[in-house]
């Protein structure tokens, strides 16, 4: 195994050393108060959009699968892998950061939580979702180190339109429970990236 290769796994293992601490957030978040949910299975959504498609890269990765290298990157592998593991790293910092700003509010599941309040603040200020672009660059970030197109592809067109389901399901009960502030808070907002979408 060269350089690039244990770079990629001890960023894995971060990136899920901190979705397991995300998750623990979470659960402490809905234990302390009630929690009005409309997830609409959204949690169970995206946790088969991005699992398994980790798993597939994992086992491309490892030649468990196309054991001839089809789809491979070849020459562009190590250029691709390298931002890759940058693209993960910016990943991980945003949403740890956006988990960060939403504090107590924060949960895995689309809630309401007590004394739930728009938050406005930090990369809040021009995302509506932060937490969700940071984990999507996670999963390109990881696709570009796999170094195989189907890799990739499997790791930001299922989850990208796992995101955009759940993304639907939690505007619509932001909107029913803020009404007109969250109206006003989505007019000058965008949802993933600034100034695009």
């Not at 570009?144 to 759940?166: D, I, K, Q």
Request: a positive charge; hydrophobic letters at 50%; charged letters at 15%.
């Amino acid at each position: 195994m060269g350089f690039l290769e244990y770079l990629t796994i001890a960023l894995l293992a971060t990136w899920t050393a901190s979705e397991i601490a995300i998750s623990l957030i979470s659960l402490r978040n809905q234990w302390r108060g009630s929690a009005e949910g409309s997830d609409r299975f959204s949690h169970v959504v995206m946790w088969f959009s991005i699992v398994p498609p980790i798993w597939f890269a994992v086992l491309i990765r490892r030649r468990l699968i196309f054991p001839n290298g089809f789809g491979s990157f070849s020459t562009l592998s190590p250029l691709l892998g390298y931002l890759g593991c940058l693209v993960i790293v910016f990943g991980i910092a945003i949403r740890l950061a956006a988990v960060g700003t939403l504090k107590k509010q924060f949960t895995i599941t689309v809630s309401i939580v007590e004394k739930h309040e728009i938050v406005q603040t930090g990369i809040y200020k021009t995302v509506r979702h932060p937490s969700y672009l940071g984990l999507l660059a996670s999963l390109l970030g990881f696709g570009l180190a796999s170094g195989n197109w189907f890799s990739l592809a499997a790791l930001v067109v299922l989850p990208l339109a796992a995101t955009s389901y759940r993304i639907r399901v939690e505007e619509r009960l932001l909107l029913r429970h803020f009404g007109l502030a969250y109206q006003e808070y989505a007019s000058r907002t965008k949802r993933l990236l600034p100034g695009i979408y």
